[in-house]
């Protein structure tokens, strides 16, 4: 036991999209792991919002997040004691779409008025603007333009809420980029996830560009690779526990290839996504994508996202990857699943 204080709750966080920690929240293994060294897991985004605003900072000390690049990377730049733990990487349905009255094929970028959000009040809230940029940035690269051959149009932002219930209880709008382009104040829209796809047929709008079809590189974005992060104090006193949360999530990334299904379920669940879109956008691949790694691949699509964040303004000097991440934590992960299942099957 660490001669320092212990927690006895653990915070997770998650967004709304596919993740193996969603997955083993929903099976109930990360409670069940942690109920081992009898510490409580508490959902941030059932908690006030003075708690559940740490998605964003990552000020909690007691906290574990698996959520999208541009927050975990701004929070680290500022100085936030954080430890990369993993990075996931799956396609989320990645598109520029437009009205099709008004632009037919990509090439019809030229001229165009694309919405991009405003910075929110702080940078590490600022995901939805670095998504918008990153997006537009790689399609209008591929028919050979620039910003500067488009004009932008501002999507103001509402309050700035974490996912989940905080969002539903406040009824802030979703999708209010959709609907300034299907209102005719706006031309295109970078979109992801499946239940934007979604919002974008509903709304009459077409796919412009598949940002999806493009090579790995080009895909780079806030979830693509999505890391897994833990505040250091938490690391540093209590290492059990992350390891248990680590392995509780390795798990999960291997019953998702054996239960597709029932993940499709889960991950309707986690997204706000109706089943056909989920299947559509998430279906193939699934295992290897909600396994985190930090193979060398991986790590060197988020350095891509680093040096975008710091071109775009979000951060005002690089992140050092290799002083960042804690490989030993899913090396330790790992192993500790290996004995969990030899346990089970008899052969300890």
């Known amino acids: 036991m660490s001669a320092n204080p212990s927690p006895n709750k653990v915070w997770y966080t998650r967004c709304q999209v596919p993740t193996a920690s969603g997955i083993a929240l929903d099976l109930g293994w990360l409670s069940e792991r942690l109920s081992a060294f009898d510490t409580e897991l508490g959902i941030l985004q059932d908690a006030p919002l003075d708690i559940a605003l740490s998605h964003y900072d990552h000020s909690l000390s007691t906290l574990i997040r698996e959520g999208g690049?541009?927050?975990?990377?701004?929070?680290?730049?500022?100085?936030?004691?954080?430890?990369?733990?993993?990075?996931?990487?799956?396609?989320?349905?990645?598109a520029i779409v437009a009205h099709p009255d008004r632009l037919r094929e990509k090439q019809d970028l030229r001229g165009a008025r694309i919405t991009i959000p405003a910075f929110a009040a702080r940078r590490n809230a600022s995901h939805a603007r670095a998504m918008a940029l990153g997006g537009f940035e790689t399609a209008l690269r591929h028919v050979g333009l620039t910003f500067?051959?488009?004009?932008?149009?501002?999507?103001?932002?509402?309050?700035t809420v974490p996912p989940g219930r905080l969002r539903r209880d406040l009824k802030i709008k979703d999708w209010p980029s959709l609907e300034q382009v299907a209102s005719g104040e706006a031309d295109a829209a970078y979109i992801k996830g499946a239940a934007a796809r979604e919002a974008a047929q509903r709304l009459g709008l077409a796919t412009l560009v598949d940002i999806d079809a493009l090579p790995v590189r080009d895909r780079v974005n806030n979830g693509t690779p999505r890391p897994i992060t833990v505040h250091a104090d938490l690391l540093?006193?209590?290492?059990?526990?992350?390891?248990?949360?680590?392995?509780?999530?390795?798990r999960a990334g291997a019953w998702v290839g054996e239960n597709h299904d029932r993940v499709i379920s889960i991950v309707c669940k986690e997204t706000g996504a109706t089943r056909e879109f989920?299947?559509?956008?998430?279906?193939?691949?699934?295992?290897?994508?909600m396994t985190p790694?930090?193979?060398?691949?991986?790590?060197?699509l988020l350095d891509i996202q680093i040096?975008?964040?710091?071109?775009?303004?979000?951060?005002d000097s690089k992140v050092n990857i290799e002083d960042w991440i804690a490989p030993e934590i899913l090396i330790a992960?790992?192993?500790a699943l290996k004995g969990e299942v030899s346990v089970e099957n008899g052969n300890c």
Do not use: C
């Not at 989920?278 to 994508?289: I, V």
């Open 69 to 94: 690049s541009v927050p975990a990377i701004v929070a680290r730049a500022e100085g936030v004691p954080t430890r990369l733990l993993g990075l996931t990487f799956i396609d989320e349905g990645q």
């Open 148 to 159: 500067g051959d488009v004009s932008i149009v501002e999507t103001p932002l509402a309050q």
């Open 236 to 250: 540093e006193k209590r290492p059990e526990l992350v390891i248990a949360f680590v392995s509780a999530t390795l």
């Open 278 to 289: 989920a299947e559509a956008t998430y279906g193939s691949n699934l295992q290897a994508a």
């Open 293 to 300: 790694s930090l193979g060398h691949e991986r790590l060197d």
């Open 307 to 315: 040096d975008r964040l710091a071109r775009h303004g979000f951060i």
């Open 333 to 335: 992960g790992a192993a």
